[in-house]
């Protein structure tokens, strides 16, 4: 079984840059999850979607960012225009049920400059 | 206060001793309890997933809830320097659509040949 994909695995841009970071979720998952860590903090949740639909979004820091699920499939966070501090890693997570643990994928590593 | 507390050490032991990484947390509608292991550069890997209070085991690790104390425990028996990575405590509510998950900090272990 495939796990959960992301890419780039990093990316340098700079500030008012915008970056688009993917996912590919493990077939079949239909949740999908957004985390951040930042350095020298906690991963924190940004969003969840089950399929297409976002189903909380209350972690998203603030309208520059935006999250979409095409289909059910794969997803997208788009940080338009990106800050300093957007910097961090960002991880992707899906899981088939909700009673289950999350797989993560390897995490875009996001430098802005 | 934040909401989990987890010493991130580091923690240094030598082949073959029993570790003990522990996390506290504050929130009462913590249900679900998780143990992740990362390793440098890589993605958040579900060791251990346990549901309200008790122990599981499965190989040479142990998780521990003891949900009267609000603290949990992941014991690793036999350590060896594979087991050298971040560890981190994660857990989440119950109930609803309540999907988010909560992470300390992470301890870093490193395992001594």
């Known amino acids: 079984e495939a796990g959960v994909t992301q890419f780039p695995s990093h990316s340098v841009i700079e500030k008012g840059q915008t970056v688009t970071l993917r996912c590919d979720p493990i077939s079949g998952h239909d949740n999908l999850y957004w985390y951040r860590r930042v350095m020298g903090k906690e991963i924190k949740f940004l969003l969840h979607?089950?399929?297409?639909?976002?189903?909380?979004e209350s972690g998203m820091p603030n309208n520059r960012f935006l999250a979409e699920r095409t289909g059910g499939t794969y997803s997208t966070l788009k940080v338009q225009p990106a800050e300093l501090e957007d910097s961090g890693v960002y991880f992707c997570?899906?899981?088939?049920?909700?009673?289950?643990?999350?797989?993560f994928g390897s995490g875009t590593r996001l430098t802005v400059v | 206060q934040k909401e989990v507390e987890q010493d991130p050490g580091p923690l240094s032991v030598p082949e073959g001793a029993i570790v003990s990484l522990n996390c506290t947390y504050s929130?009462?509608?913590?249900?679900?309890f998780m143990w992740y292991r990362q390793y440098s550069r890589k993605g958040p890997e579900l060791l251990m997933y346990t549901y309200s209070s008790g122990n599981k085991e499965d190989g040479r690790f142990t998780a521990q809830v003891d949900k009267s104390s609000k603290y949990i425990s992941l014991f690793i028996r036999d350590s060896q320097p594979s087991d050298s990575a971040t560890y981190l405590c994660a857990m989440r509510a119950s109930g609803g659509s309540n999907y988010k998950l909560t992470f300390g900090k992470g301890t870093l272990l490193t395992v001594n040949p």
């Open positions: 929130n009462s509608a913590f249900q679900y």
């Open positions: 979607f089950v399929k297409e639909s976002k189903q909380d």
């Open positions: 997570a899906s899981s088939q049920e909700r009673d289950s643990g999350y797989t």
